[in-house]
T-cell receptor, first 116, second 114 residues
């Protein structure tokens, strides 16, 4: 079991460039999400998905797109990178469902992105 | 709406002395609460969780937390700090409305002095 994997580990972009951060999990989890971590602000939710074909916005979705064509993969796309998107990005996954006890979220190792 | 407030951005303790990291929460529902730890340049690891069972929750590495509804608090404690405890700690509340979204506090950096 690889758990949650993210690629790349590091990335430097120029303003206006686009790129995709990859996230994959091999635990058959329905729920997947993307967070960004900025100094002094904790982690903030960007987008999430409760299953293949279903995505929704989190707290800070502007400038990012997601899709969920398979259970395993949940890529995050930056359409036109801006310096304000310099951050560390974490992907997470878990089982999901309302009315059941909390299911632990498993986090990937993160992608450190710098936008110049 | 859910939110958490971590009352200290930085806590410094001597090795072998007790650790107290403070967290207050706000939730419209019966909350699920967690503490996560992040060591430098690493990912996040779950320390412990409260999901409406016992109010005193024991986690890994000797940490524990007590859920106090009357005080809306979920403080993290450890009787004796170890050098390896130096890290960033996040108090987190879960949205209990179907999606499994987490709301993070701003973090407390724990420094352990030898």
């Amino acid at each position: 079991n690889a758990g949650v994997t993210q690629t790349p580990k590091f990335q430097v972009l120029k303003t206006g460039q686009s790129m995709t951060l990859q996230c994959a999990q091999d635990m058959n989890h329905e729920y997947m999400s993307w967070y960004r971590q900025d100094p002094g602000m904790g982690l903030r939710l960007i987008h999430y998905s409760v299953g293949a074909g279903i995505t929704d916005q989190g707290e800070v979705p502007n400038g990012y797109n997601v899709s969920r064509s398979t259970t395993e993969d949940f890529p995050l796309r930056l359409l036109s990178a801006a310096p304000s998107q310099t951050s560390v990005y974490f992907c997470a996954s878990s089982y999901s469902g309302s009315g059941i006890p909390y299911n632990e979220q498993f986090f990937g190792p993160g992608t450190r992105l710098t936008v110049l | 709406a859910q939110s958490v407030t971590q009352l200290d951005s930085h806590v410094s303790v001597s090795e072998g002395t007790p650790v107290l990291l403070r967290c207050n929460y706000s939730s419209s529902y019966s909350p699920s609460l967690f503490w996560y730890v992040q060591h430098p340049n690493k990912g996040l690891q779950l320390l412990l969780k409260y999901t409406s069972a016992a109010t005193l929750v024991k986690g890994i590495n000797g940490f524990e937390a007590e859920f106090k509804k009357s005080e809306t608090s979920f403080h993290l404690t450890k009787p004796s700090a170890h050098m390896s405890d130096a890290a960033e700690y996040f108090c987190v509340v879960s949205e209990q409305t179907g999606a499994n979204n987490l709301f993070f506090g701003t973090g407390t950096r724990l420094t352990v002095i030898p």
